[in-house]
């Protein structure tokens, strides 16, 4: 859990906007948590998508993969147990993640992460 406070604290810093955290543990996908936040520009999800693969190195959590490119309206960091969303403002009502998840519990903020 400290990990996921850390990559919170990160996304806060960079000015990640309406950020949320869905607790995945009880679904078939094999990760604990979905971060999911909004950038409001190419260069912020860059920004934003950087400083969470560097923290996730300093925490010395392996890296899946993550989305290397800069001309997404959606990347993806994947450290196994949280992944992190990144989405412009239009792909993230598009996609819609929260609804897609909405019966599992969404810690909406890193006050509420226990």
């Known amino acids: 859990m400290d990990i996921l406070k850390r ?6 810093q960079k000015d990640g906007e309406n950020t949320v ?4 543990k009880s679904t078939t ?8 936040t909004t950038a409001n520009s190419p260069n912020h999800m860059v920004a ?5 693969v560097e923290e996730f190195e300093k925490l010395e959590q392996k890296i899946i993969y993550y989305d ?4 997404h309206e959606w990347m993806i960091v994947d450290a ?6 990144i989405f412009t403002k239009k792909a993230r009502e598009f996609y819609d993640l ?10 909406r903020s890193k006050e509420t992460v226990s």
Do not use: C, P
């Open 80 to 85: 196994g147990d949280i992944v992190v969303h």
């Open 29 to 36: 996908i094999l990760t604990d948590y979905f971060v999911i």
């Open 68 to 71: 290397k490119d800069k001309q």
């Open 7 to 12: 990559i919170l604290d990160v996304i806060e």
């Open 48 to 52: 934003i998508r950087d400083a969470v």
């Open 21 to 24: 955290v869905i607790d995945m």
């Open 98 to 107: 929260e609804s897609l998840w909405k019966n599992f519990e969404n810690l």
